[in-house]
């Protein structure tokens, strides 16, 4: 009996961090009062225009050259100026000059004799971007919520802008963990940017993104599927919309597809946010490597282990070569190779594969951490296949505690830990308890993923083995029944363990003596066998 957790760890964790937005602050507030009728005034809307068309290169050139040409490298334009040189700068990745930019720009606001405050806050929320894009969650709080704090301080929270550092914030929470607190700040910041008239721009996009990640992360994917799918209509309107942005929102509602079962569905969004990302002249690698490892995770669950192996191996080739501060993607493909070797029957290199990845996130989040926990569940997964299914039992137990104090009770992972736990508990013969722990588990699935996804045809699938095992063949019928009928399962269809559950469910007609429906589903088995033999080959 195969537990269903191992292969939801996926991508929780890979795309925690899969929503990473510069928003050009400095370039959307051009409130500047500049030298009128200078060289310097041209070369400055020169270099926004081609920020706007994603030229960051030919735009940090221009604002460099004008610069040059300021009369005052002192004045209130030097202060915009460098701002916009940092914004462009990291668009281009370059953070140690974007940072360098970004403090010069304080510097000399902070020597003039009336301080721009608004372009303060402007540059704390860059600086907040910077630390986030470079794993600093914890510093990138602090200073967009001094971004924040300095614009209540101006009367000025009803700006669009606003919105856009409140959102940032929720983005920095959320990729403590603190997903709770974090989806206040998003609720704010859509509410703030939909009452300023401003629901059709990218700032409302990346916004409604952020908030569909954190719903994807809380387990609430109706949620996270409506919003993307709300922002993906959004950007279809826009007139011109970044390559990032677009890769970002398509790889995003591949990801809650993927959660869902409905790969057929996400493996399309997901290759055009590669394809895109590829053709970017400035590619964000971590999120290349990240819609990579979801491609992986597609063509994994869906029998085609070869081609994840390979895609996976591509994944981690990238981040191998980011800064060291991107690292945090690496034990997650670590992870997710190492299923693909347990599927291949290399236990050893499986083992090695995940206690690497439970290594790295026990000591960079601790015992408390639903990655950690994630990776718990496949290592238990190894001890079971060894036999040991009372140790195998009691880790999945601990991945299960961690999951609920962490993610609450009704959390699809917490589901995935309690099938876990069922199917220790019935390889030491406990079939009422596993019974117990399956209706849980598939409580939880149907509420948070739907009748028709093939979580819970597996649940139904795995009930019926329990039932089978206590003899109790007219309840293994009913619920094997749900699990092989697309009527009532539709996302079971495509699954790749399909054709042996027909094959399972035959064998139970039989003993029934219903000859011909058991005749019925051997014919699909084999249908079934011979179209996924066929997928596989291409």
Request: proline content about 3%.
């Amino acid at each position: 009996m195969e537990s269903s957790g191992s292969m939801r760890l996926l991508l929780t964790n890979c795309l925690q961090i899969s929503v990473r937005a510069c928003l050009g602050l400095a370039f959307l507030v051009a409130a500047v009062a500049s030298e009128s009728g200078s060289i310097y005034t041209s070369l400055r809307d020169q270099a926004t225009a081609a920020y706007d068309k994603g030229s960051f290169e030919q735009a940090a050139s221009l604002l460099q050259s004008a610069i040059a040409r300021l009369s005052d490298p002192a004045s209130r334009d030097a202060v915009v100026l460098w701002c916009q040189l940092g914004e462009a700068h990291e668009a281009e990745r370059k953070f140690a000059d974007a940072q360098q930019e970004y403090q010069r720009s304080l510097e000399i606001n902070d020597r003039l004799s009336t301080p721009d405050e608004l372009e303060r806050a402007i540059v704390w929320n860059d600086l907040g971007t910077v630390s986030e894009k470079t794993g600093h969650f914890r510093d990138a709080e602090l200073l967009l919520k001094k971004s924040y704090w300095q614009l209540e301080s101006l009367h000025a929270t009803t700006l669009p802008l606003t919105g856009s550092v409140l959102s940032n914030i929720g983005l920095a929470i959320a990729n403590q963990g603190r997903y709770k607190e974090a989806q206040s700040f998003y609720d704010r910041s859509l509410a703030l940017i939909a009452q300023s008239g401003n629901e059709k721009t990218i700032q409302y996009v990346r916004a409604l993104t952020n908030s569909a990640l954190l719903s994807y992360d809380l387990g609430q994917y109706p949620e996270s599927l409506e919003n993307d799918k709300k922002a993906l209509a959004i950007e279809d309107s826009l007139p011109l919309v970044a390559a990032d942005d677009r890769a970002t929102t398509l790889n995003n509602l591949g990801l809650t597809l993927i959660q869902l079962g409905r790969f057929a569905e996400a493996e399309p969004l997901v290759q055009q946010a590669i394809a895109l990302r590829k053709g970017e002249p400035f590619c964000d690698r971590a999120k290349l490597a990240e819609s990579i490892a979801n491609l992986a995770t597609i063509e994994r669950s869906t029998g085609r282990f070869e081609s994840a192996r390979n895609h996976d191996q591509e994944a981690l080739e990238i981040v191998s070569a980011l800064p060291d501060l991107e690292h945090h993607l690496l034990p997650t493909i670590w992870n997710n190779l190492g299923m693909i070797a347990a599927h291949e029957k290399h236990f050893k290199e499986a083992e090695n594969l995940y206690r690497k990845a439970a290594d790295y996130w026990l000591k960079s989040e601790g015992p408390s951490s639903p990655k950690y926990a994630a990776t718990l569940c496949n290592i238990a997964a190894l001890q079971s296949h060894r036999g040991h299914h009372k140790e195998a039992q009691e880790t999945q137990e601990k991945a299960l505690a961690i999951r609920q104090a962490a993610l609450g009770p009704n959390h699809p992972d917490v589901a995935s830990s309690l099938s876990n736990v069922a199917a220790e508990l019935f390889y030491q013969k406990k079939y009422d308890e596993a019974l117990d722990f399956y209706r849980k588990a598939e409580a939880i699935d149907e509420q948070t993923l739907g009748q028709n996804s093939h979580e819970v045809a597996r649940l139904w699938r795995n009930m019926g083995v329990v039932y089978v095992a206590c003899n109790q063949l007219k309840d293994a019928e009913d619920v094997y029944r749900r699990a092989v009928d697309p009527g009532q399962s539709a996302d079971a269809s495509s699954h790749p363990d399909l054709s042996a559950w027909l094959q399972e469910y035959a064998d139970i007609l039989r003993k029934e003596g219903h000859f011909g429906e058991a005749e019925q589903a051997q014919v699909r088995a084999v249908g079934v066998q011979v179209r996924d033999s066929i997928k596989s080959f291409h």
